[in-house]
């Protein structure tokens, strides 16, 4: 167990980029912020889950905040289960049903318009994300951010990161998980970082995806898709006009094994656009 005055003698139970997780009080655990990420991201996060949660979004409720060693946190109900991406690498068998559930998880956020969200919309964070990237060509830069203009808003809840990891699965169901990245927009935005992820993050996991899920990553992603699009109620858009702009706000997350494909996919889409 973790104690208040000092975590360096429990090792994680799980770990990110900006966080730990640590096993805390029964039915509890911690999420421990690294030392080097900001303050208010701790509090901002409690504002989100607490909005999602009471707004009926399967998620975990989020119990206090709290401060250890100079680093903040949150005290979260302890959520039993394993990832869908833990899942698949055990079972690959599942991989269809967990891809249309995946769908049908993201459609049900979706559905949710919640005016107490404290988030920045979409579209501003995307921009301020690409504007801070510095491997882009000056030109290109601008042309996303022009696209970006004309793409159009929403007010319907975005998890933000959602993919297999961000989801356990329960024997009361699916519970979706950090929601540090939660904000208001298009679904179409959130679609479209859902499928970058799939197509491109899948392939620079490492050993977080087995090599045989690796080979089928494709066929998870068309299934993913597929149910989405039979679910949304307008069929005739898609994902594709948003992935140029979500690949180069990616980019300011300086994930190295994903840059060239990241830097391909902004002009492919931007090209096809074009020639629209």
């Known amino acids: 167990m973790v104690r208040p005055n000092d975590t360096r003698s429990s090792s994680p139970i799980a770990q990110g980029r900006t966080a730990e997780i640590y096993a805390w009080a029964p039915g509890a655990v911690l999420k421990l912020y690294h030392a080097w990420c900001p303050p208010d991201w ?25 401060e250890i060693n100079g680093r903040r946190g949150l005290v979260y109900e302890r959520i039993e289960g394993v990832s869908m991406l833990q899942d698949m690498n055990a079972r690959p068998w599942m991989l269809v049903r ?6 049908e998880l993201h459609f ?16 501003d964070r995307l921009r301020n994300d690409i504007e801070h990237v510095e491997i882009l060509d000056v030109k290109l830069k601008e042309n996303v951010l022009t696209l970006l203009s004309s ?12 993919h297999p ?12 998980i950090d929601w540090m990245t939660a904000c208001s927009g298009s679904p179409w935005a959130d679609v479209a970082r859902s499928s970058l992820i ?37 069929p005739g858009m898609d994902g594709e006009c948003w992935m140029p702009v979500i690949a180069a706000a990616r980019l300011n997350e300086n994930i190295i094994p994903e840059r060239d494909a990241l830097i391909k996919m902004i002009q492919k889409g931007l090209k096809t656009k074009r020639s629209l």
């Open 198 to 234: 799939l197509q491109v993050g899948a392939r620079a996991a490492g050993r977080q995806v087995h090599p045989i899920l690796r080979l089928f990553i494709k066929l998870f992603h068309r299934l993913y898709l597929q149910r989405y699009l039979a679910l949304a109620s307008s």
């Open 42 to 66: 701790a509090e901002y996060e409690a504002r989100v889950v607490r909005a999602v949660h009471e707004a009926g979004i399967p998620s975990p409720a989020v119990n206090e905040l709290i």
């Open 151 to 162: 793409l159009p808003d929403g007010q319907h809840v975005c998890h933000g990161d959602f």
């Open 165 to 176: 990891g961000n989801v356990l699965l329960t024997d009361q169901g699916p519970v979706v």
């Open 98 to 103: 967990h891809a249309r559930s995946l769908a």
């Open 108 to 123: 049900q956020v979706h559905s949710q318009v919640i005016q107490e969200l404290p988030s920045h919309p979409y579209k």
